[in-house]
């Protein structure tokens, strides 16, 4: 570290309670090293003369509550100190969080059920990690709940999920070696099935209180719940819904005071909203921002990060070994629905899915049900492959997956998610 210390770098001396944001943009890598006093990004800790590494295209604030020296390497990356950030509002969340964990604890309960939620592009994930990351210095061990299938920050997009954290999460850390539980959705929007969006919710609600009740030393330190940026029409019904489900006790409202106020009269005494200021360091992404996010995302399932070295294996599946299904059906009108189903059954039934060449480069939940006797729909996956090929007439199906070998289950949910970027 001392070596890469002493390379050609910028370096930023921040006073008490300032940050560095930190822009990396597409032409390589950045590193970032504290070379004097304490730092954190995100709530996590630095640790002096230690290289973070961040990769392209992401951004990132360095922030300090007593003053510090950053240095950046290569010089020519962006970066600018800002003394107007809401750290100090947020530390307040953070402790009046940690009051209702010791209440918890005394009374043995369960703890704080808090969900943050606003537009898009307000520091809803950033905010959720910085509370978790401090809940993590305090020894707590609080479950992360994403229900963002736009970016899938738990698993991949197009799915939700709890994780169980147990360490500070880093700036380069990819969040897959938590302890995780992932439910498919299949589509990176809640307004394309919401009845299975709900559903799913309301599975996930389920497992985390089943799991609380056989942990008892983890129900105490609570949960953070991430939301989709979705706030209007449907989508303030679905946060409305979904908070309800979890039984929230708060509310986080970054940024968006129609929505206080609409929450305010709509939960009265039962949950405590609180309207929060966003950060101006958030970076507003593009609609095509996003979509490379999420495509980053996937490679990142696939490929490991850029640094790690790391290829999918490719393997293949006889149609034979394998079922496929799709969740939901074609938006039929009730009249040319079979005999008593109502067009919500539809949002929830498994169509089996036969193997044609349209599926290629299509993601497939492999889900953990062993048997279609089980309900597939509600049961959670264990992982994903691509489809790479489809042969039609030897009837093999050609994957790309990141684990070696044969799958361990063989029911594949379709999701309406795709990955290009698959080598020829
Ligand atoms: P949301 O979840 O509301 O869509 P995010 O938390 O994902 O928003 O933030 C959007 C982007 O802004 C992320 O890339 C995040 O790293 C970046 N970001 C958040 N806070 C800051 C900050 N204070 N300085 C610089 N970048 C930030």
Not at 208 to 223: E, I, M, Q, T, V
Not at 278 to 287: D, F, P, T
Request: aromatic content about 8%; charged content about 20%.
């Amino acid at each position: 570290a001392r070596a890469v210390a002493s390379l050609p770098g910028k370096e930023y001396k921040l006073e008490a309670e300032t940050e560095l944001r930190i822009e990396v943009r597409s032409v390589s890598d950045a590193k970032v090293i504290l070379l004097q006093g304490k730092a954190e990004i995100f709530g996590c800790e630095l640790v002096s003369d230690k290289v973070v590494d961040m990769r392209k295209r992401t951004t990132c604030a360095v922030f300090t509550w007593h003053g510090c020296t950053i240095k950046i390497i290569p010089e020519s990356v962006y970066a600018y100190v800002s003394d107007k950030t809401p750290m100090q509002f947020y530390v307040n969340l953070h402790e009046a969080l940690e009051q209702r964990r010791c209440k918890a604890v005394e009374n043995n309960t369960d703890g704080p059920v808090t969900m943050v939620i606003g537009p898009t592009d307000v520091g809803k994930s950033t905010l959720c990690r910085l509370l978790l990351n401090y809940a993590v210095r305090l020894g707590r061990l609080p479950t992360f709940i994403d229900l963002d299938v736009g970016q899938g920050i738990v698993s991949i997009p197009g799915t939700i999920g709890a994780l169980h954290i147990n360490r500070t999460i880093t700036v380069s850390d990819g969040l897959d070696d938590y302890p995780s539980l992932v439910f498919h959705y299949g589509s990176n929007t809640p307004s394309t099935n919401v009845k299975l969006y709900m559903t799913l919710v309301s599975r996930l609600a389920d497992s985390l209180r089943k799991y609380w009740a056989n942990l008892p030393s983890r129900c105490h330190n609570g949960c953070i719940i991430n939301t989709c940026g979705w706030i209007t029409d449907v989508g303030y019904k679905i946060i409305v819904d979904a908070a309800e489900t979890f039984k929230v006790d708060q509310i986080i409202v970054l940024d968006n005071e129609r929505l206080y106020n609409d929450l305010m009269i709509h939960f009265g005494s039962n949950a405590e909203i609180v309207l929060a200021p966003k950060s101006g360091g958030v970076i507003e992404r593009a609609q095509s921002t996003r979509a490379n996010a999420r495509a980053l995302r996937i490679k990142t399932y696939f490929y490991g990060d850029d640094n790690s070295g790391y290829t999918p294996h490719v393997y293949e599946l006889a149609f034979s070994d394998i079922q496929i299904f799709k969740v939901g059906g074609p938006n039929l009108p009730t009249s040319c629905l079979p005999l008593g189903m109502k067009p919500e059954d539809a949002a929830l039934k498994l169509i089996n899915v036969v193997p044609e060449k349209s599926l290629i480069h299509r993601i497939l939940a492999v889900s953990a049900a062993l048997s279609t006797d089980e309900d597939i729909v509600q049961t959670a996956v264990i992982g994903f492959v691509c489809v790479y090929d489809v042969d039609v007439n030897r009837k093999i199906l050609k994957v790309l997956s990141p684990s070696p070998g044969a799958l361990p289950r063989h029911i594949l949910i379709l999701s309406d998610l795709s990955f290009y970027d698959i080598p020829s």
